[in-house]
Structure formats: structure tokens, C-alpha cells
């Protein structure tokens, strides 16, 4: 779509739109003009460029699934609060119906306000704090587990592997990076793991700077605990690095247990090789075995063949799956009629894991579960919830250094 | 030489004054809301530039570290306002209070110790940069899961709880900027002004004329710090959550001088103008480069502004454009 | 404060882990000193604070990368290649933009040399895109066995090649014509200048070393950590701690501070909570801005 195009036509739109006239007059088989804000440039670029390509390959998929097309409107947060805030402004002013974004927890709430402000329907992609839909907000939804949900869900599916596996750690040290989502985890892991009866003891926790240049300390500090296993919440570049350090330190755990990214991306297959293999990840992810999920693989797969399909494709591909879904059942780009059509919302056959995409009344949908995702032969596999498991896992974690 | 300005302000410079504060008021009735959340940045960064500016313009000190003032101010009204229930409009007193002993601490160490220049920046740089790294481990103050203010009343405006539309924010950062800038004008007119200009002018002379240097530097410092400190009370109700991570950085310092020194150091209306200038021409190269879709093309071309800036007005864009708009006598290749 | 992670490690902490977290913060710091080599080199002579620091190491290790996969040249290797070409990047810089705000206050070359990193990342940004990429070298995961000490292979050979590197620098100020005239104009500009030094000539030369040692620790860099368009403000910031430890404009002193950051961000990890590291090394950077402004080698301010 030519966005050049977009802005003068929405110049001129903007004015009026913005001044609340129907909106309704847009719709009558006009594609539903949609707002993606993504930090694509700044600190979190990658993460915001990948999720893009779930944007990227969306409309031939909904126009397949019977779905009213959607006019993108691209919009740069710059990985930054205050310009998430007014891109926003800008995308609506330009004739935005709905919002999608942000991956970042900071930004989301910024544009979430916005959107609440202006009556648009913000479809939230990624962020993980639960704050955000505990505002009492009317526009903003999101299908994305919160910290909490991914944390119990990550306790349920240890157990279920230990017992797939038949073994499991009895003790681990738990390192986590120091950020947002990690210390949410973190918080929440002391409320948490009792409900679940864990088989072990936390026997240290260590906490990471996420912008550490070096992490050769904190391995060796976690390889003197003696622990059996790695439980871990990191990002990319740190599960690179303490990777490289576990093996260079000559440590192998029993198993790597992530709660978050970093293990499973593409990226730690690509630049680890055959020392990327046997981490285990409980976070959230598409389900292989669903008819969706194999369309999203094949699509991305020619859109661009180097990139496996992941957890951002899946979810930024979803938010808009929900934008053109309830904007068919709203039958108009009336904003209270979509935010209503997006509170009804019940599609079961999507991509992501557990039965489907619905909301609550805080507009979070908390049927969202983690999968159970190993590295094997550097692929993805789902090992976890039975159900959608497209192999068993691999215990132990094979010693890094009898790796050929 | 600020003074010089006022006394000497030209009727054309007073009606140009008269015009834009009359445009300012009234903007939220013609613009639309995305012009309007640029302006609400802009006046933002106006505000937090000349709160800034009196430190270097001033003390005489330069200060990489503002970030610090700014999350002290919004850290401590936030806390107050979720664990307490205080409104803002008292918490801004503690707000002030916290950033003050701040600022008066880290000045106080520079001057007792004669750290200047460069060396003064990394001080301010290592304060903010350190109590950042332990707001993050306070929980607290939500570590760095971040504080979140509850977002509620959206649609009717509550001033004292500083609940309410963009458009009230926007007449409170408008305030905050014009209160600031007579503030200012008030200060440079004053006594406390002229032995400001007397110690810029000649350091050694004006100690040697018996101006207790550390006394009326200390005073630049505190209003400096106090008024960033009133910054962060508005950021945190306007943007309602704060990372550490973010907050408290260098780059986030960085933003906040930007303006005054593309303005122009230790004038009146520099940070005003820089800010006016630095926010549009983000959002005009992001305009423009969109049809490239490539990410990062608008930052370079930032850089290459801000460079040329630099090059070509290397004191700043005010003293430039006061020659240029005749608002009174020549001013450019004197030192500022 | 959150209780857990505050908690004092002692009953796990040995000798042993001691030992192996020194000796690797030892070598990390010998290449941290590297880096802040080039800060200190052109603050001591030009007296211009270069705020671009960490994206120009960036761009050394972007370029080490580029040799790395179209050539398949060894980071180590490449590294005189990567300096010669951030030495012609410096000096043309210097000689074609930074000349111009010498005589400027210091927050408007501040500002420029802002502007330059913010230039630097976005072309980083464009050419590269954003995510991490490192050079997987044979010997990367390797590492010796000393006893009880295990020590990094890729962190020997990096320190090792710090070293050398800053030692043909030193010899160079101390030995050659031309270091000696760069020394002395940063020691005596007017002198300098009377005595018919060609300064201009002599301030890009430097300007251009000093990258050039960036370049360099950037190759080496690039072995221990992966590249990213925004890696280099962190390092700028490293870099200025080590240096005003260390003391501005001393050689010696900045491979010191990079050990003495090294080695103690090191222990300090291990004996506090590594998220807290860094407020350690800022409250060292406060500490000696305070008692020993000069540095620990530094000359006392002229």
C-alpha cells in the first residue's frame, strides 16, 4: 500500500475525522484502514522489524479466510514512549479505525491511552505487563498472555515434561534479566511456583543487567551453585552470550528451562549452530498442529525463507486477524461497533496456542497458554501441551562438549 | 547579556511575543490532536530546556545528567499519588524538594571540588546513571517492572489530580513554559541576575569584587534542578508510567539539552526555539522519508541537521534569528 | 529492595570462582583499556571529548564482520585492515567536520559529535539492520584448562592482542618523530605552533589514531560479543569511566582503569547481585571524580 498516497488523502480526512464525524460513512466495502505502530528503528528494532513480517504476509491469508481487506498504516515508535504517543495521534488524525501495537510494554500503554481517548480499538500484539488491561480501559485489547498466565502456564508444562521425560532437576539456579518483563517474572515466581508443587528448589536467583557486554560472571557464579538445571528469563542477545559461556566454562545443566524469548529465536539458532540445540522454552507460541499455523509457516516461508515463524509473527499476524474479523461482523468502522465486535470476538481456529482468541471484560484474552518449544536439528519443535506436541522432548541436555 | 534582550526589547520583538503566545493559547481550538501531541512534546522540552539552561547558562556548569531531576520529580509525585493518594498538586512541593537536594548535592560536590567542564557532565552523568540502576532494584517503586499510574477520568478534566484530556495537559506545560521563562527573565533582571552575568562575564573578577561565587552558583543549580523536578510531576501524569531503564538515561539527558543547545546557550528564548525547531523537524523527516521505507533514514537525517547546525550557527539558532527578524541590536560573533 | 536479590552469595562462593571471575574480568579489562586507549588519546592531545566513542568501536566491529564473511578473515587478523580504515575515518573527520568546533564550547562539540553517533547508527541501522551478529571463529568456544582455572581461549588471544597493540602505541608516541610532536602539542599548543609543527596535519593524525585503536579493539571486540547498531552508547559511557579512573590523556592509565573496571564489575557480580555491577562502577566513577579528579595516573590539571 502506498502510504504517500494515504497521508495526503488522510490530510485532508484527518481534519474531519477527528472532529468525530461518522466514521460509519468509510465503511460500505472500504478496506478498514489500520494503524500499526512497531518500534522499527531505535534499541528495539529487531524485535519491531520482525514483527512486521507478520504484517507483511497477512493480507493474502486474510483475504483467503473470507475476511474484508485492511488498508496498513505503518507507524515507527522509534522504540520510544513519547513518539509512540504521537504517531498515534498522527495514524488517527490520517484516518486510522484501529490501532495495532507495540511490542513494548512502555509504548503500549502510551498509545493505549490514545486510543482510549479518541474511542479508537487498540488490538494489542505483545506486551506482557499486566497493568495495561487492568485500567478499566473500554478500546484496548489485548491476545497476549500477561506475565502471571505465562509463568503459571511455564510451571504446568515443566511438569508435564519432567513427566514425559521421566526425570526431573532437584534443584535450579534462576538467572533473569533485569528488565521490565524480566522482573515481572521474577515478582511473580514467589506467588507462583508454591500452587504448583515444584520437584525442585530455587537454590539461588541472579539477576542481569540487560544491557551486560559480558556474562562470563554471572555463569560462573551460577555454575558454583552445583544447581542441576537453568531456569532462566532472558532476551536474545544475553541467551547468546550466557550460552557461549556455558560452554566455554565447560557447564552443561541437566536442562535449560526459559520462560520468555532469547532460547528459541532464530537468531541464537543461526549464530550458536549445533550448541543451540536442547534448551526447552515455556512461552507463547503458534500451535504446528493447527490449519492456520501451517498457512502463516508456508507464507512466511516465501515471503522470506531464511525466518522461521515465531512468536511475533504469530501474534502481530493475529491482532490483525482480530481487526479484520470483528470489522466483518461490525459491518462498519464505527469505533464503538468494532470495539463491540472485537469484545464477542471467538476465533478457534487461529495460530496460537490453547482453544482461541476471546476476551474477558478487561478485553485480555486469558485462554491464551504457553507452548512447550525445543530446539532440535535447529528447528522449533513443539514438545508441550500434548496435544499440539509434534515430538518428545530430549532429556538430558546434550553435553555441549561432545558436540561433534 | 539576557537582560540586554529584555531591556533592549525592540516593539517588534513584543508584538513577535505577543503573536506566538496568542497562537499558543488558542492552538488547542484549530489544530487537530496529532499536531496537538507534538506541541504538548515541544512545550515539554521547551520547559525542561530552560530549566537546564540556567545550570549551564548560569551556574556556569554543564549537566549531562537532567534525566535524574526530571525522574526524582516524577518518581517521588507518582509514589506519593499511587501509595498515598497525594494529589500532584501538593506532591509537586516533595517533587521539588527531592530533585533540590539532588541538584544541591551534585552542584555542591562540583563546586567544592572544582569539578568543571567535561568532568562536571560525567559527575551529573554517574549520578543519574547510578540512582537509575537502584531505582531499578527498588520494588517498591516497581523496579524496573515500571510504576503505572492508574489511568481513569479521561473524559472530564481533574487539574487537581491532574487527570483529564491532552488538551489540559497541554495548558499545564504551556504554563509551566511561560511561568519559567518570566521565571527566568525575572531572575536575569534581578540582582541574584547580574551577579550571575557579572560571574560569566569574568569568573575571577567577580570573586575578586567579593560575589560569593559558590552561594549565587548553588542558588542557579537549585531552581535548575527544583524546576526539571516540576518536568517530571507533568511527565509522569501525562505519559502515567515510568521505567528506570529509560528514565534515568544519558540518551534521555541528552533529549532534554537538545533543544537549548540548537537555541542557543544561556538565552531567554534558545530553548523555547530549539525545541520548537528539534520536535517538528523529527516529525517533518519522518514525513518525508516514509515513502523510503527504510528504517533509520530519518535518523540520519536528524543527525545531519542537528550537525549542520552545529557548523553553520554554531551559537545556536536564536541569536541568529533575532539578527535575522531585527529584534534589536546586532547580537551574532559576540560571544555569548 | 527486593530482598532475594540483594542476598550475599557467600555460602557458594570459593576460592576457586574467585579466581576464574578475576582473571577473565582481567582480560576483558585489558581490551576495555584498548577501547578507552582512543578516548584518551585524542581528549589528552585535541582536548575534544569524542562522545561518538562507542559507535565508532561499533562500526570497527561491523567492519571486522564484513571481512569476516566475505573473505573469511580472522578477526585478529583482519584487525590491522579494520584500524587502517577507521584511521582514514578519523582523520578525514577531524581534518573535514571536528576542526571546525575546537575553539567552541563544550556542549556544542558535544552536540556535533551527538550528531555524529546518532549518523553512525542509522547507517549501521540501514546497511546491517538490527540484530545481533557475531563471527563464529573455530576457537570460539574453546578455552584453556589450567588447574582449576579455566580460562577463556578468545578472551587470551583478545587480551594479548590489547596489549600489543597498546604497546606499539606507546611506543610510538615515545619513539617516533611524529609522536613526539603530537605529544607535544597536546602538552603546549602555542609552542607547538612556534616551533612550526604543522598542527592541523598533526591533530587529524591523531584524531586518527585514536580511532584507529578503536577500530581495533572494535575487531577484537567482535570475537566476545555479537554487534548491533545500538551496542555503542554503553561502551561510550564504559569508556569514559575507565578513562577519568585511569586519568584523561595517560596511556598507561587507561589500560589500567579498563583492568581495574574489569576486575572489579567482576568480583562485584560476584559478590553482590550482577544487575547492580554497573552502579558499582559509577559509584567508583563519582569517587575518583571526587578525590583524585585527575585520574589515577593522570597529571594534575594544568
Known sequence: ?404 | MMSRIIESASPRALALLAIVTAVLIAAPSFVNNYVLSVLIIVLYFAYVGQAWNLMLGFAGQLSLGHALFVSLGAYTSAALFIKFGVSPVVGVFAAIAVAVVAGCLIGYLGFRFSIRGVYFALLTIAFAEFTGIIVDHISWLGASSGLFLPVKNLQSNDIVNLRGSPTMFYYVILTLTGLALALCSWLLNSKLGLYWQAIREDQEAAEASGVPLFRYKMIAVAISSGLTGVGGVWYAFYYNNLFPETMFKTSQSVEIILGSVVGGVGSLFGPVLGAFVLTPLGEALTAATEGMHVDGVKSFFWGLCVAAIVLFRPQGLWPWLYDLLGLGPKREGKKP | MQGRSLAFSGSHVSAQLYLNVAVSGLLTGLIYGLSALGLSVIFGVIRIVNFAHGEMMVLGMFATLVLFRALGIDPLLSLPLVAAALFAFGYVLQDLVVRRVAHLADHMQFLLMAAVAVMLISVCLMMFGPDAQGAQVSYGFDSFAIGPLLVDKVRVYAGVAALIVSGLLFAFFHYTLTGKAIRACGDNYTGARVVGLNVRRLYALTFGIGTACLGAAGAIMLLLVDVHPYLGPSYTLLAFIIVIIGGMGSLPGALLGGMLIGISEALAGVILQPSLKSAFSFGLLILVLLVRPQGLLGKVAR
Open chain 1, 1 to 404: 500500500m502506498d502510504r504517500r498516497h494515504l497521508l495526503t488523502t488522510g490530510a485532508a480526512l484527518g481534519a474531519a475525522s477527528t472532529l468525530a464525524l461518522p466514521t460509519r460513512l468509510l465503511a460500505a466495502g472500504a478496506p478498514l484502514k489500520v494503524g500499526v505502530l512497531l518500534p522499527r528503528s531505535g534499541v528495539q528494532a529487531g524485535i519491531g522489524q520482525d514483527c512486521q513480517r507478520g504484517v507483511d504476509i497477512a493480507a493474502p491469508i486474510l483475504k483467503s479466510l473470507g475476511l474484508p481487506d485492511l488498508e496498513i498504516m505503518n507507524g515507527d515508535t522509534e522504540s520510544k514512549v513519547e513518539i509512540a504517543r504521537s504517531t498515534a495521534e498522527k495514524l488517527i488524525g490520517a484516518g486510522a479505525q484501529l490501532l495495532i501495537g507495540a511490542f513494548d510494554s512502555g509504548q503500549t500503554t502510551a498509545i493505549a491511552q490514545v486510543a482510549e481517548q479518541k474511542g479508537v480499538p487498540l488490538v494489542i500484539n505483545i506486551a506482557a505487563a499486566p497493568q495495561i488491561t487492568e485500567q478499566g480501559y473500554k478500546f484496548v485489547f489485548r491476545n497476549f498472555p500477561t506475565a502471571g498466565t505465562i509463568l503459571s502456564n511455564a510451571f504446568e508444562q515443566q511438569k508435564a515434561v519432567f513427566a514425559q521425560v521421566g526425570h526431573a532437576p532437584k534443584s535450579v539456579v534462576f538467572m533473569h534479566v533485569n528488565d521490565t518483563f524480566g522482573t515481572a517474572m521474577a515478582g511473580g515466581i514467589g506467588k507462583v511456583m508454591p500452587k504448583f508443587d515444584m520437584p525442585y528448589k530455587i537454590v539461588e536467583t541472579i539477576a542481569y543487567d540487560p544491557a551486560a557486554r559480558d556474562l562470563s560472571v554471572e555463569i560462573a557464579k551460577a555454575k558454583a551453585t552445583g544447581a542441576e538445571a537453568l531456569l532462566c528469563v532472558s532476551r536474545l542477545n544475553d541467551a547468546i552470550l550466557l550460552t557461549r559461556e556455558m560452554i566455554k566454562q565447560r557447564w552443561t545443566p541437566q536442562a535449560v528451562l526459559s520462560m520468555g524469548p532469547g532460547w528459541y529465536e532464530d537468531q541464537y539458532l543461526k549464530t550458536l549452530g549445533k550448541y543451540s540445540d536442547g534448551p526447552l522454552t515455556f512461552s507463547p507460541w503458534y500451535d504446528p498442529k493447527k490449519k492456520l499455523s501451517q498457512t502463516l509457516v508456508a507464507a512466511l516461508a516465501k515471503k522470506h525463507p531464511n525466518v522461521n515463524l515465531n512468536t511475533n509473527h504469530v501474534f502481530t499476524f493475529e491482532a490483525l486477524l482480530i481487526a479484520a474479523d470483528a470489522y466483518k461482523r461490525a459491518g462498519s468502522a464505527d469505533p464503538k461497533a468494532l470495539a463491540e465486535a472485537i469484545r464477542k470476538t471467538n476465533i478457534t481456529d487461529n495460530s496460537s496456542m490453547g482453544p482461541g482468541i476471546m476476551f474477558n471484560a478487561k478485553g485480555q484474552n486469558d485462554k491464551v497458554v504457553d507452548g512447550t518449544v525445543q530446539n532440535v536439528g535447529g528447528k522449533q519443535v513443539v514438545v508441550q501441551p500434548e496435544a499440539s506436541a509434534t515430538a518428545k522432548a530430549i532429556w538430558p541436555l546434550p553435553a555441549y562438549d561432545k558436540r561433534g
